[in-house]
């Protein structure tokens, strides 16, 4: 992004802060119809990105916009203006009937090239690509042999569809409607917890609960990247957030930089997975299934717990093994420190019991957002100025801005995939490879999905996956909700798994590490993210279903699983495993944790069973030892 100075930079801010406010005030107050909401939306943040961001980095002046900057701004506008103009007429028309004019075929076009090039430079070249793709293959898909024929579009037919079909994809489409809603009032909420001083209680209360552990340092980074992860919404600016100062202190107490920088980076996405706040994804969920987000945060929260205490686990076990102590003491906040700032959780709880409740989600965010800076009032410390609050609402208009351009490419892609029946082709390929295997089949979503979000960030990359494989799952008779979760699991992972991983590869750049060593660190101490979404198919517990047995037994396997394929991997239990004791441990874990072969109560029984035998038969190694010595 670019270093912009004087009077262009204050414009910006003052941009930004206005249309972060205007949505908090919708959010509260009501929304406009759903396409002049859209169309402000992208109207107000499409442009912007042309004056923030360089077309080349090392090329671009980097210090302000050139003219063509400036041109695209003002031409990236004109479409989204024309339909807040029109808007009534354009919610009068019947899609695919009435004539589409030679002005809609020109702004359409404009508002799609634009959107391209508003992508690539502030989001990602993937996703960029992506969708040119997926329009090249409108427009000469009929040439292709096969199930990838597809049927002959008209110019007109396809402009339509990936612009202006607001009922069903597109860029005006529904995903854009929920970005523009409920998914902004949320974005505003977090930066507002940034400007109030959260972020500190979060640091000094992973720091009071974990520094005095062995391993300390990376036990806070994990226990802060959670906490920062509700807020953030992204994984790579929580790595940059939070890592900044947690991986060179791990570095300092002897972790190697590539571990550290795995430590970091596997906390650091699993952020979108934390209830109350997960990441814009988790939004889309709730309104691509119509399952209320209070519902999608309660079957979200265990397994939430279980990818942070895995990765607690195995930073146990790595610093015992390499002797790893826990931080010094003056580096440790007092407890009177972490309480000084705690008022700021209850506009937390207040959100939660908002959901709970089955508010809406933006009226909930909303109503936080508005408790956050009155009760951040209460005390000195956490008192927000008039420059705080201003610039909270900025920083969330320029989170906001690349996410806007981002969801709505998404749904041309969507699209296209629906209009050409490619969503059809894809599943029958998978669905044949998969043979009426569910195993199969899930090994296959979650290499897709892992293999899409090395090119996307998570939201779309969910998005895609979603439509090729949830009706998959469906038809061999998963529930939509368990389905889904499934998808966004590893759509969340592929943050950190190689070879591409944006939140890992950020880390590395901190830590001083080869970026792909890293993110094999950061896929092992993430290993719960896989077993915890192959859990939402075949232990339903997991997602509170099934009562309070099921719900037990689901979490116990998976706790004893995780805890075993942590100390397997570090080569650790109550002391250091040699290769085989490793080898044992670690696959009675990874046996629990996938082979449902097995009854849940032969599954705990045995990994629990191999638990207790290696410590016991560590521990009488060591008294021997002791003796011996004496």
């Keep these: ?56 980095p090392k090329r671009s002046p980097m210090d302000r916009p050139s003219l063509l900057d400036w041109a695209l701004a003002v031409l990236s506008a004109a479409p989204h203006a024309w339909v807040m103009w029109n808007w009534t ?4 028309r019947m899609e695919y009937v009435d004539p589409f004019t030679p002005t809609m075929l020109v702004l359409g076009i404009i508002c799609v090239l634009t959107l391209l090039e508003a992508i690539r430079r502030a989001v990602e070249p993937g996703l960029a690509w992506m969708i040119v793709i997926s329009i090249a293959y409108m427009v000469w898909g009929h040439y292709l042999p096969g199930m990838f024929q ?3 579009f008209q110019p007109e037919a396809i402009v339509e569809a990936i612009w202006l079909v607001p009922t069903s994809g597109g860029v005006y489409g529904p995903l854009t409607g929920i970005v ?9 909420f977090g930066a507002f917890m940034g400007g109030s001083g959260t972020g500190r209680l979060f640091s000094n209360f992973g720091a009071a609960v974990a520094g005095r552990y062995s391993g300390g340092p990376a036990k806070v980074a994990v226990v802060t990247s959670g906490l920062f992860g509700t807020m953030s919404g992204s994984s790579v600016s929580n790595v940059i957030t939070t890592g900044a100062a947690t991986i060179p202190l791990m570095k300092r107490v002897g972790f190697k930089p590539s571990i ?43 397994g939430a717990v279980l990818y942070y205490f895995a990765i607690l686990m195995a930073v146990h076990f790595e610093a015992k093994r390499a002797g790893i102590n826990r931080m010094a003491e003056e580096d440790i906040p007092r407890w009177r420190e972490v309480l000084a700032d705690s008022h700021l959780l209850i506009p937390i709880a207040a959100l939660v019991y908002l959901l709970m409740e089955r508010w809406s989600g933006n009226f909930a965010a909303f109503s936080a957002t508005l408790a956050m800076v009155a009760l951040a009032m209460l005390r000195a410390r956490t008192r927000m100025t008039w420059r705080t609050i201003l610039a909270s609402f900025a920083n969330a208009g320029l989170t906001m801005a690349p996410l806007a351009v981002a969801i709505a490419g998404s749904g041309i892609v969507i699209s ?71 998808i966004f699991y590893f759509a969340v992972l592929a943050d950190v798994s190689p070879p591409v991983a944006a939140a890992a590869f950020a880390a590395a750049a901190i830590a001083k590490a080869s970026p792909t060593i890293t993110s094999l660190h950061a896929t092992r ?53 040699n290769p085989l004791l490793r080898l044992l441990v670690g696959g009675a874990g990874m046996a629990a944790a996938f082979w449902h072969g097995w009854s849940d109560v032969t599954r705990l029984a045995v990994v629990v069973l191999v638990l207790g035998a290696v410590y016991a038969l560590q521990l009488a190694q060591s008294r021997r030892a002791v003796a011996s010595l004496s």
């Design 260 to 302: 550290a920088g795995g430590i970091e980076s596997a906390a650091s996405v699993g952020g979108a997975l934390m209830p109350p706040v997960m990441g814009a994804a988790a939004f889309v969920m709730a309104e691509i299934t119509n399952i209320p987000y209070g519902e999608i945060v309660v079957a979200a929260a265990i």
């Design 416 to 486: 296209a995939l629906t209009e050409t029946g490619l969503v059809v082709a894809f599943g029958g390929i998978i669905k044949q490879l998969a043979g009426g295997s569910l195993p199969i089949l899930l090994v296959l979503l979650a290499a897709a999905v892992l293999i899409l979000g090395m090119g996307l960030p998570t939201t779309p990359s969910y998005i895609i996956a979603a439509a090729i494989g949830v009706p998959q799952l469906i038809d061999m008779g998963q529930g939509l909700l368990a389905s889904h979760m499934f």
């Design 150 to 152: 597809s049927k002959v």
């Design 180 to 188: 523009a809603t409920t998914i902004a009032v949320f974005i505003i």
């Design 525 to 577: 101490l993430g290993i719960a993210g896989f077993t915890v979404g192959f859990a939402f198919i075949y232990d339903p517990g997991i997602m509170f279903q099934g009562g309070p047995v099921a719900i037990f037994m689901a979490t116990a396997i998976q706790v004893a699983a995780l805890t075993a394929i942590a100390a397997g991997y570090a080569g650790y239990l109550a002391a250091p495993l």
């Design 89 to 92: 007429a354009i919610a009068d």
């Design 1 to 56: 992004m670019r270093e912009l100075s004087g009077w262009l930079k204050l414009v910006c801010t003052l941009w930004m802060a206005a249309a972060a406010a205007v949505h908090l005030y919708f959010g509260g107050f009501g929304f406009p119809e759903p396409i002049p909401m859209r169309g402000f939306h992208l109207l107000i943040f499409t442009p912007i990105l042309f004056i923030l961001y360089p077309a080349n």
